[in-house]
């Protein structure tokens, strides 16, 4: 089961169908309440692009804090917030994905004390009213702080495509180079920091329209 707007859904079927297993992907749609989803699955899987820009993780939270066993990619801030065989299971390859869903499945033991172990240390460690606390003190530190003019245009630089690339990493050659095309998949959403997503809000930079024109052909 897939719960959420469904983008991608036509490349993940096209895959399913190649595996035959599409018969078994049911896409839920955007749902306001997952509270009796996370009811009803045994497993959560968390396998997000590398290049996802994530960052609250509310969702991993969320089946953690109901006590079902994760499923997350090895890498960002998932591996910050699952010890992996301790509060869920860190995976790298499609490999390791099945023998981790394997080992959830034949290891009754390993299932409860994975559950048991996310569930505690999720409501201990992002308990509402301790994050709220610590929040507010980061506040009043800031506003105690003598106050000062900042200019951030040395590091994000003066126009919205030198924006878009202070954020890009590994396929920053792609765009700077001109070859939009190349960079991954991502790039190519409607949002999710994607030349497009930039260009709606900054519709006169030049090498932006440049760059999702290239992106949306390939």
Not at 33 to 45: A, G, K, P, Q, R
Not at 56 to 68: F, H
Not at 163 to 169: N, Q, T, Y
Request: proline share 3%; with cysteine.
């Amino acid at each position: 089961m897939l719960a959420g707007d469904p983008v991608g859904k036509e490349l993940l079927l096209i895959g399913a169908k190649e595996h035959g297993i599409d018969s078994q992907i049911t896409f839920l749609g955007h749902i306001n309440d997952v509270s009796h989803l996370l009811e009803n699955i045994d497993v959560f899987t968390y396998i997000l692009n590398p290049q996802h820009y994530g960052a609250t993780e509310n969702a991993l939270l969320e089946a953690m804090a109901a006590g079902i066993p994760t499923i997350a990619l090895n890498q960002c801030v998932e591996r910050m917030i699952v010890d992996d065989k301790e509060t869920g299971l860190l995976i790298d390859s499609p490999e390791s994905f099945g023998k981790a869903v394997k080992a959830l499945h034949d290891d009754e033991k390993l299932w409860g004390r994975i559950s048991f172990n996310a569930r505690q240390r999720i409501l201990c460690n992002y308990a509402i009213q301790d994050n709220r606390e610590r929040i507010l003190s980061r506040y009043d530190v800031c506003m105690s702080a003598k106050k000062k003019a900042m200019n951030f245009t040395g590091y994000f630089g003066n126009r919205a495509s030198e924006w878009f690339l202070s954020a890009v990493e590994e396929d920053k050659d792609c765009f700077t180079s001109n070859q939009a095309w190349r960079a991954g998949r991502i790039f190519r959403e409607s949002t999710k920091g994607s030349p497009k997503h930039f260009l709606r809000f900054f519709p006169d930079d030049e090498l932006l329209q440049s760059w999702a024109s290239q992106v949306e052909a390939v």
